[in-house]
């Protein structure tokens, strides 16, 4: 019974190891496959923008000037606000070559926002982090009604 506890025991180590070596032999394979991919860089002229005070039911409108700075092309393939209210438009999918530029527009409709507002928008783009994150902020002066 002993022998059979300790046989158990010791061929659960070994799986152990052995997952173990397969999972480091697997994360240094993707590591080196990452090394050989082309990732672009994208540089924004700011990531945060502030309309300061608007009032509700406007549609405020700020640019993002952003420009490919490495020496391949760069694809933007989606651009997203955190909620419905905050729309971005970009150029989806076209490739910007490298040292050329580009705009996202943000639009942010404060209907039935009051107050002070902070909204985001997340890029996706093919750079090493995935993309970028630009912010909008704004105060809300709400409708007297």
């Known amino acids: 019974m002993k022998k059979l506890i300790l046989l158990t025991i010791l061929f659960s180590f070994l799986a152990c ?45 700020t640019v993002f000037t952003f420009t490919n700075t490495s020496e391949n092309d760069l694809y933007i393939v989606d651009a997203r606000g955190s909620c419905g209210c905050t729309v971005p438009k970009y150029p989806k999918n076209i490739a910007i070559k490298p040292g050329k530029t580009g705009e996202i527009e943000v639009n942010f409709d404060t209907t ?9 928008v997340k890029v996706s783009a093919n750079t090493s982090t995935g993309g970028e994150m630009l912010r909008i902020q704004a105060f809300v002066n709400p409708i007297n009604k």
């Not at 080196?32 to 039911?57: L, M, P, Q, W």
């Open 112 to 120: 039935g926002r009051p107050n002070l507002q902070q909204k985001m």
């Open 17 to 61: 190891n052995e997952s173990a070596s397969k999972k480091i032999n697997t994360d240094i394979a993707q590591n080196e496959i990452s090394k050989d991919r082309k990732y672009a860089e994208i540089t924004f002229d700011r990531i945060f923008h502030d309309f300061g005070n608007v009032n509700e039911g406007d549609m405020a409108k």
